[in-house]
């Protein structure tokens, strides 16, 4: 996959997560890396559900996925991640490059262990929703994400986050997960977090992944199926819990209808 992105003080978490499997379907399809542009799926997808109030407050997964749909997404060089502009509507260069990067199926996946399974198995990531709470702080030194208590309280503010899912591994009954926080953050911008913890609805919310796009049709993917490391006994040490100072968590709130936001 491409390197690991930050997506720095601005909630565009949900942008990053399906740049990052619109990427991958790319390289997945004809062997090409292609940087998209996350800020123009984060204007799109803000503009998709109130175009006359553009602000800074997140995106659904659903009205994302849908203006990649009907827009496209740009190439990365054309309108580039520069957060002083998360507000202004891209160019038009940029709506005319995005037309020749379409998806023309995606597909929400549900929240069982199995069918996510089945999706990455097939060579699919998924993007997801997660409620947050303060333990997953510590996974920024070493990418283990631990499982929530009943007990725990989520954060009081920005308490939720989109991620997405590039594999699995049984022997530690984890995901592997892609953040969008910088490489310095967990195991090199990537952790791992239990099965019970992603495939649980009470946490877990607007699972979708991308499967084809508009000038490609893609078979299956020959995945690494090793499975000799235990990800979770990784070394944590709750003392240093907290690398996470200079990202924003962004509160995707679920809504009524179960979106991302």
Not at 31 to 45: C, K, M, P, R, T
Not at 128 to 143: I, Q, V
Request: charged share 25%.
């Amino acid at each position: 996959m491409m390197p690991i992105e930050d997506q720095s003080q601005i909630g565009s978490c949900t942008a990053n997560c399906l740049a990052g499997a619109y990427e991958y379907v790319t390289k997945k399809g004809n062997d090409q890396d292609i940087a998209v542009s996350h800020l123009f799926i984060y204007y799109n997808g803000r503009a998709k559900e109130n175009p006359s109030a553009i602000t800074d407050s997140g995106c659904t997964m659903t009205n994302s996925i849908e203006t990649l749909e009907e827009f496209g997404v740009c190439l990365k060089s054309i309108w580039p991640y520069d957060i002083s502009q998360m507000n202004t509507k891209p160019n038009g260069e940029a709506y005319q490059d995005a037309k020749g990067h379409k998806i023309i199926d995606a597909l929400q996946v549900d929240i069982d262990l199995t069918e996510m399974k089945s999706c990455l198995a097939q060579g699919f990531p998924f993007a997801f929703g997660l409620k947050l709470f303060p333990s997953f702080d510590k996974a920024g030194k070493t990418g283990v994400v631990p499982m929530p208590n009943s007990t725990d309280e989520s954060r009081q503010s920005d308490s939720s986050h989109a991620l997405l899912a590039v594999g699995y591994s049984d022997r530690s009954q984890s995901f592997i997960v892609r953040n969008s926080w910088g490489e310095d953050w967990g195991d090199k911008g990537y952790c791992y977090i239990p099965y019970n913890y992603v495939a649980n609805s009470d946490y877990c919310f607007d699972v979708w992944t991308v499967r084809q796009l508009e000038t490609d049709d893609f078979g299956q993917d020959h995945w690494d199926n090793d499975d000799s490391v235990n990800y979770q006994q990784v070394n944590n040490n709750d003392d240093d819990n907290d690398n996470d100072n200079n990202h924003d968590i962004q509160n995707i709130d679920e809504e009524d209808d179960g979106t991302a936001k």
